[in-house]
């Protein structure tokens, strides 16, 4: 039997004087790419996509989010204790 994909998107507004640090945090995304890619094998996760925009003068980061178990993943990433996770969750906070 064939299990489906959890498929998300989320969108995030950024905090009014907070954009520099979103455009960091998207920029150390993208730097650490493939090591993230490797963390996302472990969480059993396939896509893991971000987009920035500006609606109405605010800005927004969308995520695009498809895995096996969404709840998984979020365990997964949260308590293996990866130094790039823990960065990637001190920029969402």
Do not use: P
């Amino acid at each position: 039997m064939k299990k489906e994909m959890d498929i998300r998107l989320y969108k995030y507004e950024i905090i009014k004087g907070k954009e520099e640090t979103a455009e960091e945090w998207l920029n150390f995304l993208n730097a650490n790419r493939k090591a993230g890619e490797a963390l996302l094998k472990d969480e059993h996760a396939y896509l893991e996509a971000y987009f920035k925009t500006v609606e109405g003068g605010n800005m927004y980061v969308y995520m695009f989010f498809a895995c096996e178990d969404v709840n998984f993943s979020n365990d997964k990433a949260i308590n293996q204790g990866s130094g790039l996770d823990e960065q990637h969750f001190a920029y969402m906070r």
